[in-house]
């Protein structure tokens, strides 16, 4: 149990277009959902925490109107990043909480995002 | 906000080895700390996780300690194998409605 997917696992585009990457929890319901960022050799940083139904929380510096969260159903989020440029070119993780009582958050497998 | 420090940055070990990755956290408030495992190009796997309340958790050859008073937790790999080389990560948050605040992450590599 506990599955996340995300789609697609690994993307290239052109600079100034936008991609789109899909979260989905796959056995459970997820109320919250949040995106991370992750450099070559780094840790995990955390974009934002998106709720079901809510504007998203964003983390201090990362820019809204660029990197836009939907989290629409219990079971789906979205990251599209938008007019992409080659310093946006990361590897960006989805995780997932089921709701109230867990802290548990379980991670999707990563999508690497290329910009050209 | 909270912070957390992960010691050693790389751990390099003998198959058959034990080890012992160590972290501290600054909140006193926390209260939840899972460990990941991320292999390369994935995502991280949740190994393990300790909630204040207990000071000890094990699951086969992985156990996790912690120590409120201190401020600092550890993750005990025992009889490694080279299927645990990976990345491993801990973290902490202070509620279930919270974020986590990883360390850096340490590098366990097992030979042969």
């Known amino acids: 149990g506990a599955v996340v997917s995300q789609h697609p696992s690994r993307v290239i585009c052109k600079s100034g277009t936008s991609v789109k990457i899909e979260c989905r929890s796959l056995?459970?319901?997820?109320?919250?959902m949040f995106w991370y960022r992750q450099f070559p050799k780094q840790s995990l940083m955390l974009m934002a925490t998106?709720?079901?139904?809510?504007?998203?929380?964003?983390e201090q510096g990362v820019e809204k109107d660029k990197f836009l969260i939907n989290h629409a159903s219990l079971t789906l989020s979205t990251l599209t990043v938008t007019s992409a440029h080659p310093e946006d070119s990361s590897f960006y993780i989805c995780?997932?909480?089921?709701?109230?009582?867990?802290?548990?958050?379980?991670f999707g497998p990563g999508t690497r995002l290329t910009v050209l | 906000g909270e912070n957390v420090e992960q010691h050693p940055s790389t751990l390099s070990v003998q198959e058959g080895d034990s080890a012992v990755i160590k972290c501290t956290y600054s909140?006193?408030?926390?209260?939840?700390f899972p460990w990941y495992k991320q292999e390369l190009g994935k995502g991280p796997q949740l190994i393990i996780d300790i909630r204040s309340n207990v000071g000890e958790k094990k699951d086969q050859r992985i156990a996790v300690t912690l120590n409120k008073t201190a401020k600092h937790f550890s993750l005990h790999i025992t009889e490694t194998q080279p299927e645990d080389s990976a990345v491993y990560f801990c973290a902490a948050s202070d509620s279930g409605y919270s974020t986590l605040t990883f360390g850096k992450g340490t590098m366990l590599l097992v030979s042969p």
């Open positions: 995780s997932a909480r089921s709701g109230k009582g867990t802290d548990t958050q379980y």
């Open positions: 998106s709720n079901e139904g809510s504007k998203a929380t964003y």
């Open positions: 056995d459970f319901q997820a109320t919250t």
């Open positions: 909140d006193s408030a926390s209260n939840y």
